[in-house]
């Protein structure tokens, strides 16, 4: 196959499939490295005797990155061309593992939290240069007939999604087998040798960008894709509040006897359900299409779906709280009731990250996705950051109880933003 020449933004690539092959695996790798970091940075720092507000204290300039990242991603990629800003995030994040690795355990608690603070934070930059470019691509690259793009945005979601639960076990694995220096170093090296093999067998086939592209643009004028980025924020707020420091932390306190060895259990118990939990959520994601039988809906059907599934979505971290505060204190019945549960929520959720990951692209142009997609992903990256800031605090102030009933007031808004989405051309312009 011969590649094409150069294209701007707006032009239709060729050789979807393969490129599409060749994103998704990079967006793979990446992702990968990207949830055993996250599990390697919070599980260390926990047996070094973090507080939960210091633990989430490590991951917030990584979402404020991501935030300042998004909104600038979309005119990089504009300006630049998608296949530049996708190897950038790859190179980026090799960095931040190297210098993760130099980490002294001898450095004061100020010292170690402002320097991993720091990493993370060009951590977060790396991850959102790469997801940007990937699902920016998947516009661009997904067959216009039928459900062709809700089903080709699902599959990169969803099976990214299982990647970086892999990546969760793989993280906790190996902080119990290597230790945290070689641990890093290991990924780093993997991911540097996968780099160097997509520069060599990406397809020239993604637009190379535009020099006329402006920053100013990155503002969406669009009534639709400002709700939708609404609902984003208090869907993923809603997730991480509990996810981020509040059950890792819980079941590290249920599962671990104090002992060497009862740490490294609990390290691999909480690292397989982190990784169980981001496999089935990517799973029902990947799925998505077929679940709601998108093949045979509208938009305007699709829109409502996402309206009743956040809806939906609400009652069950309620009722999980609930559950905790009628315990009383952990119990048996109590984690299997949080695990089952918590994979239900799983679920739900994965529906409706995978409805916004589709009305995203579905409403924006493709002469504007990649600032479309970013500011989207700014909200995204928001929402994360909501959710982490809240995870330590509601757990220390009210333990996992109070991360969950936050996660339940944060879904109904996200509901709230998603019902006024609107299938009519007419009222979707802001005035």
Same mark, same amino acid.
């Given at each position: ?25 990079? #967006? ?33 300039? #990584? ?25 950038? $995030?790859?190179?980026?994040? !090799?960095?931040?593992?190297?210098? +993760? ?60 999604? &299982? ?15 290597? $230790? ?17 093999? !997509?520069?060599?067998?990406?397809? @020239? ?26 609902? @984003? ?16 932390? #819980? ?17 691999? +118990? ?52 609930? &559950? ?15 695990? !089952?549960?918590?994979?239900?929520? /799983? ?10 990951? #589709? ?38 102030? /009210? /333990? !996992? ?18 019902? @006024? +989405? ?10």
């Amino acid at each position: 196959m011969t590649p094409p020449g150069p294209k701007t933004e707006g032009s239709p690539p060729g050789g979807g499939l393969r490129a599409y092959a060749a994103v998704t695996a990079s #967006y793979w790798a990446f992702m990968l490295t990207d949830g055993a970091l996250r599990m390697l940075v919070l599980l260390h720092f926990h047996t070094l005797g973090f507080s939960p507000v210091q633990l989430a204290y490590l991951f917030v300039l #990584y979402e404020i990155a991501g935030m300042a990242t998004n909104l600038s991603a979309g005119w990089i990629a504009a300006r630049f061309g998608l296949t530049a800003t996708l190897y950038a $995030g790859l190179g980026l994040q !090799v960095a931040a593992l190297v210098a +993760l690795a130099q980490l002294d355990p001898n450095w004061q608690i100020a010292a170690s939290v402002a320097f991993v603070m720091a990493v993370q934070g060009l951590s977060g930059v790396a991850k959102d240069l790469a997801k940007m470019a990937s699902k920016s691509a998947v516009k661009l690259l997904a067959p216009k007939e039928g459900d062709g793009l809700f089903r080709w945005v699902a599959v990169l979601t969803g099976s990214k999604n &299982a990647v970086k639960g892999i990546g969760f076990l793989l993280g906790a694995g190996l902080l119990a087998v290597a $230790g945290f220096t070689w641990a890093t170093l290991g990924m780093a090296a993997v991911l540097a040798v996968i780099l160097a093999a !997509v520069l060599v067998s990406m397809p @020239r086939s993604l637009p190379r960008g535009r020099k006329g592209a402006k920053f100013s643009e990155v503002f969406s004028k669009s009534a639709n894709i400002n709700w939708l980025s609404a609902a @984003r924020v208090f869907l993923f707020g809603a997730r991480d509040v509990w996810f981020v420091v509040g059950i890792p932390v #819980y079941f590290y306190a249920v599962f671990s006897d104090g002992s060497e060895e009862g740490n490294r259990a609990a390290f691999f +118990l909480i690292g397989t359900f982190m990784a169980v939990w981001i496999i089935f959520y990517g799973a029902i994601q990947a799925s998505a299409p077929r679940l709601l039988k998108s093949a045979s809906r509208s938009e305007g059907e699709l829109i409502a779906t996402a309206r009743s599934w956040a809806a939906m979505l609400a009652v069950l971290p309620a009722v999980l709280a609930v &559950a905790v505060l009628a315990a009383g204190q952990p119990a048996p019945w109590l984690t299997v009731v949080l695990i !089952v549960g918590l994979l239900v929520f /799983g679920g739900l959720f994965a529906i409706n990250s995978s409805l916004h990951s #589709y009305l995203i692209l579905a409403f924006s142009k493709d002469e504007r996705v990649t600032m479309d997609v970013g500011f989207y992903y700014m909200a995204n990256a928001g929402g994360r950051l909501l959710g982490t800031v809240l995870s330590g605090l509601t757990y220390q102030l /009210g /333990g !996992v109880a109070a991360c969950l009933g936050t996660a339940a007031v944060m879904v109904a808004l996200s509901a709230l933003a998603a019902g @006024r +989405l609107t299938s009519n051309p007419e009222h979707e312009a802001l005035s």
